[in-house]
Structures are given as structure tokens and as C-alpha cells.
């Protein structure tokens, strides 16, 4: 079935995946979740296809969106739905991009606006056919959010823009709350996880954010259980720290069908806790460590508690001024 946002005459055509089947290991019980309930997830799941959305919580098969869509949140997903890269890990098909939807950031507007949203999480393909990776389209989203719910604070999680000289500073001034940007895993793992993708342009994208505006919070995540080694996953909050990053989320890879990467190990929530006792002595404001731990899985709370953190920062900052 055609992706809801394709406009008319563009066609879809997701490349098959050729990696042999991979045997998927069972779940440990921590990782198990309840299956979506009818009611605010049925109205949810209504107004993304009435505003023609597409939303990373289905197209990325995210564990949390039965909890999440009942609370009426949605990532939602602009730039089409075919992502021009093929990730290992990734869920989202990979092909001929689908064309442009000129009325998708108004769209996204008007859904936040009818959800009620505090805080929302905008998200997209990579889109290295476009001249500008994409970033105007960010730009006019947030705008459109702007308008449309003046109130709600936006979080943006952006492609790296490689080769796309000029991008971020483009979504830089359309002035996000929260600027996020992955790192996925880490720097030993690029060529097989992340094949199209550079690590340290990816620490770049967030130093860049930092240095055109230190008022947007930074915030990258990865995923763990694809063949890192603890150490490896220290050394990667190093080099966030490296470049100011305020917020790293860190959860457990799951592996979404035999074509993609295995699953490495599972991590035990008292590693995940770890990790985050780690990441908050090594000075970054806010950790969210946990199995289920994704992106924009509880963002709403987390950015309160982000500010929250930086104004007792800043607030220690004068004391011992």
C-alpha cells in the first residue's frame, strides 16, 4: 500500500534488502510491552491519515506506540517515507524517494495544534537527493508549529545533511528547542551499521548546533546490542561532551525483521542504569537509559526536566560566582 503521504503520480519503490535471514533471539521479559487499546490510539491513528502523516512510530515499528499513541503522542515523520540510505538497523523503507508534500508542514502544524501538544518531536528520512538534505522543509515545519500552537515546544531529530553545506545553519534559525541528531552506535560499527554515514560528521552536525546557537539543547542517542563494547559506548560520551551535547538517550537495539543486523546481547536494565550514572558523572544534563528508550519516548517530560536541569546549572554557575 502507497505511503499516505505520496502525492499523486509518484510511485514507491523500496529496495529489497539482500542480507540472508538472520535468526531473531527471544526477548528477555524486560522487554516486553502491551499491545495498543482502542480508544485515544484509534483517534490518533485517525488524524494522521486524515492530515495524509506519516509518523516513525509506525514506519520505524517502535515498541512504545501503543503507550505513546494512547497518550495521543506521535513522532511524526516529514519528507516522505523512503529514505535514501539503508541503514542496517533501520525499519524504514529504502528507495526513490517520494516526492515533496508542499502542504506537510502546515499539515503537521494543524495536527499539533488539534493533539493538544505540549511537545512534539518532528522527525524525517534522509534525503540526499535534495539539495539541501531537507533543511528548509524543517524550517518551514517549525514555523508552521509555531503558528499553528505557539505554546508547544519542538524537538527536531535531523539527518547528518552530508554534503549539504549551509543545511544546519538553516534549521539552526528556524530556532528548535531541541536539536537531535543520532550518532546510532558507535565509531568501530559505522561501515557495517551505517554504511552511508560519517562519525565524525555526526559529532560535527551537533557542534555546529552549539556554536550557531548555545541556547538549543543537543541531544543524540544510540542504540546498544549491535556488537559495541561497553568501553566503546564510554568513549562515545566523551566525544558527545566533546561538543556540549545536553541529552543522550541510550536503549536497546531490536532487531525489526531477519533482513537487518542481529541482535549482539541484550542488556540487563542494571547496565542501562549504569550507563546512565555514567553519562550523568561525565556532566551531561540529562541521561534516559533504559531497554525501551528511544528517541522521542517520553520527550515531553524529559525536556521539562532538561530545563529544569540547566537552570540549576546555571543557578550553581552564579552561586559559586
Same mark, same amino acid.
Given at each position: !500500500?502507497?505511503?499516505?503521504?505520496?502525492?499523486?503520480?509518484?510511485?514507491?519503490?523500496?529496495?529489497?534488502?539482500?542480507?540472508?535471514?538472520?535468526?531473531?533471539?527471544?526477548?528477555?521479559?524486560?522487554?516486553?510491552?502491551? +499491545?495498543?487499546? %482502542? &480508544?485515544?490510539?484509534?483517534?490518533?491513528?485517525?488524524?494522521?491519515?486524515?492530515?495524509d502523516l506519516v509518523t516513525v512510530? $509506525?514506519?520505524?515499528?517502535?515498541?512504545?506506540?501503543? $503507550?505513546?499513541?494512547?497518550?495521543?503522542? %506521535?513522532? !511524526? !515523520?516529514?519528507?516522505?517515507?523512503?529514505? #535514501?540510505?539503508?541503514? +542496517?538497523?533501520?525499519?524504514v523503507a529504502t528507495g526513490r524517494p517520494d516526492q515533496l508534500d508542499p502542504h506537510e508542514p502546515d499539515n503537521v502544524g494543524l495536527a499539533v495544534a488539534r493533539l493538544g501538544l505540549q511537545h512534539v518531536v518532528i522527525t524525517s528520512v534522509d534525503r540526499d537527493d535534495?539539495?539541501? &538534505?531537507?533543511?528548509?522543509?524543517? %524550517?518551514? #515545519?517549525?514555523?508552521?508549529?509555531?503558528?499553528?500552537?505557539? %505554546?508547544? #515546544?519542538? $524537538?527536531i531529530l535531523t539527518p547528518d545533511f552530508l554534503r549539504k553545506e549551509g543545511a544546519v545553519e538553516v534549521v539552526v534559525e528556524a530556532r528548535p528547542d531541541v536539536f537531535n541528531h543520532n550518532m546510532e #552506535?558507535? $565509531?568501530?560499527?559505522?561501515?557495517?551499521v551505517r554504511p552511508g554515514a560519517r562519525y565524525a560528521h555526526s559529532l560535527d552536525v551537533l557542534h555546529q548546533v552549539k556554536k550557531l546557537d548555545p541556547s538549543i539543547f543537543t541531544?543524540?542517542?544510540?542504540?546498544v546490542g549491535l556488537g559495541e563494547s561497553d568501553d566503546e559506548v564510554y568513549q562515545m560520551m566523551d566525544d558527545l561532551r566533546e561538543v556540549d551535547v545536553d541529552f543522550m538517550t541510550i536503549g536497546q537495539y531490536?532487531?525489526?525483521?531477519?533482513?537487518?543486523?542481529?541482535?549482539?546481547?541484550?542488556?540487563?536494565?542494571?547496565q542501562f542504569k549504569s550507563y546512565a550514572e555514567t553519562g550523568s558523572e561525565k556532566g551531561f544534563l540529562m541521561m534516559a537509559s533504559t531497554p525501551l528508550t528511544r528517541s522521542s519516548y517520553h520527550a515531553d517530560a524529559d525536556f521539562a526536566a532538561l530545563k529544569s536541569q540547566r537552570l540549576n546549572q546555571l543557578a550553581g554557575t552564579q552561586q559559586a560566582g
Amino acid at each position: !500500500m502507497p505511503s499516505p503521504n505520496l502525492t499523486k503520480g509518484a510511485q514507491r519503490h523500496p529496495e529489497k534488502r539482500r542480507n540472508e535471514d538472520r535468526p531473531q533471539p527471544r526477548r528477555p521479559d524486560w522487554l516486553r510491552v502491551k +499491545a495498543p487499546q %482502542a &480508544g485515544a490510539f484509534t483517534e490518533t491513528k485517525k488524524l494522521m491519515r486524515e492530515l495524509d502523516l506519516v509518523t516513525v512510530c $509506525e514506519e520505524a515499528a517502535c515498541p512504545n506506540i501503543g $503507550e505513546c499513541w494512547s497518550q495521543k503522542h %506521535a513522532t !511524526m !515523520m516529514i519528507l516522505g517515507s523512503i529514505c #535514501t540510505r539503508a541503514c +542496517a538497523f533501520c525499519n524504514v523503507a529504502t528507495g526513490r524517494p517520494d516526492q515533496l508534500d508542499p502542504h506537510e508542514p502546515d499539515n503537521v502544524g494543524l495536527a499539533v495544534a488539534r493533539l493538544g501538544l505540549q511537545h512534539v518531536v518532528i522527525t524525517s528520512v534522509d534525503r540526499d537527493d535534495l539539495e539541501d &538534505g531537507g533543511a528548509d522543509h524543517f %524550517a518551514q #515545519t517549525i514555523r508552521a508549529i509555531r503558528i499553528a500552537s505557539p %505554546a508547544t #515546544t519542538i $524537538e527536531i531529530l535531523t539527518p547528518d545533511f552530508l554534503r549539504k553545506e549551509g543545511a544546519v545553519e538553516v534549521v539552526v534559525e528556524a530556532r528548535p528547542d531541541v536539536f537531535n541528531h543520532n550518532m546510532e #552506535t558507535v $565509531e568501530r560499527l559505522y561501515k557495517s551499521v551505517r554504511p552511508g554515514a560519517r562519525y565524525a560528521h555526526s559529532l560535527d552536525v551537533l557542534h555546529q548546533v552549539k556554536k550557531l546557537d548555545p541556547s538549543i539543547f543537543t541531544k543524540s542517542g544510540i542504540m546498544v546490542g549491535l556488537g559495541e563494547s561497553d568501553d566503546e559506548v564510554y568513549q562515545m560520551m566523551d566525544d558527545l561532551r566533546e561538543v556540549d551535547v545536553d541529552f543522550m538517550t541510550i536503549g536497546q537495539y531490536l532487531q525489526p525483521t531477519p533482513k537487518h543486523a542481529v541482535v549482539d546481547r541484550f542488556v540487563t536494565p542494571d547496565q542501562f542504569k549504569s550507563y546512565a550514572e555514567t553519562g550523568s558523572e561525565k556532566g551531561f544534563l540529562m541521561m534516559a537509559s533504559t531497554p525501551l528508550t528511544r528517541s522521542s519516548y517520553h520527550a515531553d517530560a524529559d525536556f521539562a526536566a532538561l530545563k529544569s536541569q540547566r537552570l540549576n546549572q546555571l543557578a550553581g554557575t552564579q552561586q559559586a560566582g
